[in-house]
C-alpha cells in the first residue's frame, strides 16, 4: 500500500490484501466495553506475526483515545501501541492507525461534547508527533453508523434518539476528522485519511419510495460532509436545518475546510441492504418502525426480495462514480457458518476483482475481525460473551486458525482458493434466505453468477442414527452439498465398496457418523462391534487417505476408565473398561495410523431435539407424566447437544483440523443433575425423579465413574445450561 493515494489500478491486477481487528471501545451509560481486551490482542504481541504470514500489506491498527489517553493526550500510556507500531514497521506492514472506533472519546467528552472534535485533534497530534512515519489514519470510523446507534436508536452513549442528537454526534465526528487530519498533516505532510462507513442500499414498496430515497441519500452523508458538498443544493440540506436543527453555518465549515477521503474505505455486510414495506402483518413486531408520519417495517432485503442476492460489487461502482477516489473494501466479515464465511470473502473479492476490470480504483479487501469478535449479536450494549470465530479463532485465549486464514494466504499470493465448499452458494444466495412473503422486485435483482461445476459433496455414513442424520439436516441449512448413506449403500469396513464410494461421489470429505452404539450389549456382540466401530473407521480412514480427502469420525468417554476427578484433556492415556470403549480405543489409534491428518472427535451423552430416545427426552418424557425416572448420581459426565456437536465438527472439517478434540458442551455433571437441568429448563415438575447408584440400573458394560472431558484446544461450544435451554425449546416448538 506504499503511496497508495497516487497509485492507479493496473488492468486486472488483483487488490491488495489488508487486515484489521475488531477493536471497539463504545460506552454504554457509564461503562466501557473493549473488544480488544475481550480477544486478548492487547497481551498477544505474536498477533502481528500471525497476520503478517497471511500476507496482509497493510493492518487498521487502533491506538485508541480511550484506551491510551483516557485522561489527556499528554499523561497518556504509549507502551503497548508504540511496541505495536514498531513491530509492524519491522513486519514491513503499514499501519492504518484508527483513534476513535464507534467510541465516543474518554469520559471527559463525548459524541454531544462541544469540546470532542478539539480534543480529539489534540490527540491525533499527540499520535502523530510521537509516530512521525505513519502516513494513513482512520481518526473516527463509521461517524454516520455511530451517529445512528447513538443518537438515533439509543444503543451507545450519548442514548440519543432524535434527529438533532443524531446531528450533533455526526458533526462533532465529521469536525472531529477535519481537524485530526490537520494536526497530523502538520507534522507528517503526506498523511492520507482513509474514511470508513457501513455502505448499504435501500428498496422499498411503491409507496415507500420517497423513504427509500431519502436513505439512500443519507448514507453518504459522512463522506458528503468531509468531502464538503454539503450546501443549499444537497438532497439533505432541508432536512438537516428543519429536522435536525442543525446551523447552516454548522454544515458550510465543511465546504470552508473540505477533507476529501484519500480512500473511501467500505464495510459492507449482509445486513447493509434494507427493504422498506408498510404491510407490518407480513413481519416480526420487532422489525415495525417509521419515519413519525408512516409506520413500517426496516428488515434486510436479503430476507424478502426476490433473486436479491447482497454483495458489495454494485456499491463500488456507487462510490466511484459519487466521489471518483480511490476505493478500499475495509471490512469484510459475516458472522454464519465457515463455508458462509469463506464464500462471503471470496465474493467480496471477485466483485473487488470485477471492479478494477471495469476501471474501478479498488486498493484493497480487508480481512476484517482477524481475532474475531464479542458481543455484536447484542450490538455491543451487554457482555453475553457470543462470540464469532474470524480469520483466528481465540476462544480459551488462544490463536488457531481458521480456513479464513487460509484462504486470505490464497489472496495475498495470487493463488487460486481451492477449497471445495467456495462451489456452493452462501446463504443470501440460497432459496431459504427468504424470511418473509417474497416480494418480486426485478429492478432490485443483482446479476446472478452462471452455472459454476457441481459442488463436491461431503460423505455421510449413518443415515439411520441421530447422528448421522443431524449432518445431513444441518448441511442442509448450511447449503453444503451432502450425501447420506446407510449400510445397503456402504459397507464402510469393505475396502472395496469405500473405493467405489469415493470414486462414485468424488466428496471433499467424509464424516462418519456409523457405528455400533449399544454399550451393553457390546459385550456379547464382540465381533459386530469391532468390525463396525474399529474395522469400518479404520477402513474408511485408509481408503481416503489414498484419495487425498478429508475425514472425521467419532470416539467416545468411554476410552477413558474414569479413575481420576478432572475432566480428561485429548492427550490422557486411553483405559477402557468395556467392549465397546475397547472398540473405539483402537479405532482411534488405527484411524490416526492411517490417516494422519484425520480428525477424531470423542464426545459424550448425547442430546438434541431431532432423537425422542435420547437421555433429555425420555426424563422430560416420563417426569413431565409424574412417571418415576432413575438416574445415577455417582457417574459423572459431560453432556453434548447434537446440534452445536454437528456445526462445531463441520467448522473443524472446513478448518482443515486434525487429531483428537474433545467437543461436548463443558461442564461435567452426573446423570440425576443433567435430569434436573433439563427439568429446570422445561418448567417440568422433578419429584419423580430417582437419583440412585448406577450398580442399580442394570449395566452390564462397565463404565467410569468419571468421564468429563476437558479440551486443551483452542475450541469451545456453547455452555450447557444453554444448550439445555435451545433443545427445550425446539422441542416444545
Not at 504481541?45 to 491506538?63: I, K, M, N, T, Y
Not at 443549499?232 to 454544515?251: M, Q, T
Not at 451487554?382 to 489472496?411: C, K, M, W
Not at 474414569?562 to 475397547?582: F, Q, T
Amino acid at each position: 500500500m506504499r503511496g497508495a493515494a497516487a497509485r492507479q489500478p493496473s488492468g486486472d491486477a488483483a487488490p491488495e490484501l489488508w487486515g484489521g481487528v475488531e477493536c471497539t471501545i463504545n460506552r454504554v451509560r457509564d461503562r466501557w466495553f473493549s473488544q480488544l481486551e475481550r480477544s486478548g490482542h492487547l497481551q498477544r504481541e505474536s498477533d502481528l506475526d500471525a497476520f503478517a504470514a497471511l500476507g496482509v500489506r497493510a493492518l487498521r491498527q487502533p491506538v485508541l483515545w480511550e484506551q491510551v489517553a483516557p485522561d489527556e493526550a499528554q499523561d497518556g500510556d504509549w507502551a503497548w501501541a508504540t511496541r505495536r507500531l514498531q513491530r509492524l514497521r519491522a513486519l514491513d506492514i503499514e499501519p492504518i492507525v484508527g483513534l476513535v472506533h464507534h467510541g465516543s472519546g474518554p469520559a471527559h467528552t463525548s459524541l454531544v461534547s462541544p469540546c470532542f472534535p478539539a480534543k480529539l485533534a489534540a490527540y491525533a497530534g499527540a499520535v502523530a508527533t510521537r509516530y512521525p512515519w505513519v502516513t494513513h489514519y482512520t481518526p473516527v470510523n463509521e461517524p454516520l453508523t455511530t451517529a445512528r446507534f447513538s443518537g438515533l436508536y439509543g444503543h451507545w452513549y450519548p442514548h440519543g434518539r432524535d434527529p438533532a442528537i443524531f446531528w450533533r454526534a455526526l458533526h462533532a465526528q465529521c469536525r472531529g476528522t477535519v481537524l485530526a487530519m490537520q494536526a497530523i498533516r502538520a507534522v507528517q505532510p503526506d498523511a492520507r485519511l482513509v474514511q470508513t462507513d457501513d455502505l448499504g442500499r435501500t428498496w422499498s414498496t411503491p409507496r415507500l419510495a420517497h423513504q427509500a430515497a431519502f436513505n439512500n441519500q443519507l448514507r453518504w452523508l459522512g463522506w458528503d460532509l468531509l468531502c464538503g458538498t454539503v450546501d443549499p443544493g444537497h438532497a439533505l440540506w432541508s432536512w438537516l436545518l428543519d429536522v435536525c436543527a442543525a446551523r447552516p453555518d454548522e454544515i458550510l465549515w465543511f465546504a470552508a475546510h473540505p477533507c476529501p477521503p484519500d480512500i473511501v474505505g467500505i464495510n459492507h455486510y449482509v445486513t447493509s441492504n434494507r427493504f422498506l414495506d408498510e404491510r407490518l402483518e407480513r413481519y416480526p413486531p420487532d422489525t415495525h418502525g417509521g419515519n413519525g408520519r408512516e409506520r413500517y417495517a426496516d428488515v434486510e432485503a436479503v430476507r424478502v426480495l426476490e433473486g436479491h442476492a447482497g454483495g458489495i460489487g454494485a456499491l463500488l461502482g456507487e462510490a466511484w462514480a459519487r466521489y471518483g477516489r480511490p476505493i478500499a473494501v475495509t471490512e469484510v466479515h459475516l458472522h454464519a457458518p465457515r463455508e458462509d464465511q469463506l464464500r462471503w470473502l471470496w465474493d467480496s473479492w471477485q466483485a473487488a476483482c470485477a471492479a478494477r476490470r471495469e476501471g474501478i480504483d479498488v486498493r484493497a479487501v480487508t480481512v476484517w475481525a482477524l481475532l474475531g469478535s464479542r458481543d455484536w449479536d447484542g450490538l455491543l450494549t451487554q457482555h453475553s460473551d457470543y462470540y464469532e470465530p474470524g480469520a483466528f479463532d481465540v476462544r480459551n485465549g488462544r490463536r488457531r486458525p481458521t480456513a479464513i486464514a487460509r484462504l486470505a494466504r490464497d489472496l495475498a499470493a495470487g493463488d487460486a482458493p481451492g477449497h471445495p465448499v467456495l462451489s456452493g452458494p452462501g446463504w443470501w444466495a440460497r432459496p431459504e434466505r427468504l424470511l418473509h412473503p417474497r416480494v418480486d422486485m426485478a429492478e432490485a435483482r443483482n446479476a446472478a453468477a452462471g452455472p459454476g461445476a457441481p459442488a463436491r459433496p461431503l460423505l455421510i455414513t449413518g443415515a439411520s442414527g441421530t447422528l448421522g442424520r443431524a449432518f445431513a439436516r444441518i448441511c442442509i441449512a448450511r447449503g453444503l452439498a451432502h450425501r447420506l448413506l446407510d449400510r445397503a449403500a456402504l459397507d464402510i469396513a469393505d475396502p472395496a465398496a469405500v473405493h467405489d464410494a469415493l470414486a462414485r461421489w468424488q466428496p471433499w470429505a467424509v464424516v462418519n457418523a456409523a457405528g455400533y452404539v449399544r454399550v451393553d450389549e457390546a459385550e456379547r456382540d464382540h465381533a459386530r462391534c469391532f468390525r463396525e466401530n474399529s474395522d469400518g473407521p479404520a477402513t474408511l480412514a485408509a481408503g481416503c487417505a489414498r484419495a487425498g480427502v478429508a475425514f472425521a469420525t467419532f470416539s467416545s468417554d468411554l476410552v477413558f476408565d474414569g479413575a481420576g476427578d478432572a475432566p480428561y484433556l485429548e492427550d490422557a492415556a486411553v483405559a477402557p473398561l468395556s467392549v465397546y470403549g475397547e472398540s473405539k480405543a483402537r479405532a482411534e489409534s488405527r484411524v490416526l495410523a492411517h490417516h494422519p491428518a484425520a480428525l477424531v472427535v470423542r464426545t459424550s451423552a448425547f442430546f438434541g431435539p431431532w432423537d425422542p430416545h435420547n437421555f433429555v427426552s425420555c426424563a422430560l418424557r416420563a417426569l413431565g407424566q409424574g412417571a418415576p425416572f432413575a438416574a445415577a448420581e455417582d457417574v459423572t459426565v459431560s453432556p453434548t447437544y447434537v446440534p452445536d456437536l454437528v456445526h462445531a465438527c463441520l467448522d473443524l472439517l472446513v478448518d482443515g483440523e486434525s487429531g483428537v478434540w474433545h467437543l461436548t458442551n463443558g461442564q461435567p455433571v452426573t446423570w440425576a443433575d443433567f435430569a434436573r437441568r433439563a427439568a429446570a429448563a422445561a418448567g417440568t415438575d422433578a419429584r419423580s425423579l430417582r437419583p440412585c447408584r448406577a450398580d442399580g440400573l442394570g449395566w452390564v458394560a462397565r463404565r467410569p465413574r468419571y468421564s468429563a472431558l476437558g479440551t486443551s484446544r483452542v475450541f469451545a461450544m456453547p455452555g450447557l445450561d444453554d444448550a439445555i435451554l435451545r433443545c427445550v425449546r425446539s422441542m416444545a416448538a
